[in-house]
């Protein structure tokens, strides 16, 4: 393949609806030149509730979507299909497939003084252990404390990011990591980081955030890099958006999600 074409394909990204969005933004901000094929597989989300083998099954028909559409590389923005698919995609292709997990396990083991590490995620993704593993491959000393906090999900998808029941519910999840005394926290699900104002307000300031969207697409850029298929473009990338189905308020969710206004998004069949 000529590498000249190859720099120029798009790089594609696929959640299990809209959270990935949000990884979407951060590869938009930090590849900006890059063009980008958004899939959200919102006709069965969430992920997080089917077994190990559907969520496989789902994320292997997204990259099969993904891959006729001729990307360079693949992003899981979606920590449950990172959680337990990645290996197995990676296996199956040949371009990087790069999932949310791991690149948000080394932000925090590198910014973390004391060790000690929070991981706030949906249950499906906190009962994987994935960050807790990923965490301790770069460093076995490290404490990791995990808790689900589901209700982050609904209040993001709502737009209650900023009042004083995100605030409460923040206060109720969040407290005991005061007393554990962390450092650092992981934001593990796509939808929090659109909390992170009242997250970092009930944690306090002495506690870092580490934003796995954000971190990923930095490791992209470096892969892109390495691999020399960055764009070479010069202007602004063009995104496209596809979903397996419209939700109530899609594109107002949506539009929260990414901070800007959505391009026009079709609707596509997997199976």
Request: proline letters at 3%.
């Amino acid at each position: 393949m000529d590498t000249k074409k190859l720099k120029k394909r798009p790089i594609g990204v696929f959640d299990s609806g809209i959270g990935g969005l949000t990884v979407a933004k951060s590869l938009f901000d930090i590849l900006p030149n890059e063009d980008i094929i958004y899939l959200g597989d919102s006709a069965r989300l969430p992920y997080g509730t089917k077994s190990k083998e559907t969520i496989i099954l789902y994320s292997i028909e997204c990259l099969k979507f993904l891959l006729k559409k001729n990307v360079k590389c693949i992003v899981i923005a979606c920590n449950t299909a990172s959680a337990n698919a990645l290996p197995f995609l990676q296996k199956i292709t040949k371009i990087p497939v790069i999932g949310v997990i791991a690149p948000g396990a080394e932000a925090a083991v590198n910014k973390s003084k004391s060790e000690r590490i929070g991981v706030i995620a949906t249950m499906s993704t906190v009962q994987t252990d994935s960050y807790k593993k990923e965490i301790h491959k770069k460093n076995k000393g490290a404490k990791v404390f995990s808790k689900a906090c589901s209700l982050f999900v609904q209040l993001a998808e709502d737009g209650w990011t900023d009042n004083k029941i995100a605030e409460l519910v923040a206060k109720e999840y969040l407290s005991e990591f005061k007393s554990l005394d962390i450092d650092t926290l992981i934001l593990g699900c796509t939808h929090y980081p659109i909390l992170k104002s009242t997250i970092q307000k009930v944690l306090g300031r002495k506690i870092k955030l580490i934003d796995s969207g954000e971190e990923t697409a930095k490791q992209v850029k470096e892969i892109l890099i390495n691999k020399e298929l960055l764009n070479p473009q010069k202007k602004a990338g063009e995104h496209k958006f596809f979903v397996t189905d419209f939700q109530n308020k899609f594109k107002e969710i949506s539009e929260r999600f990414l901070g800007r206004k959505l391009g026009k998004v079709q609707k596509i069949k997997l199976t």
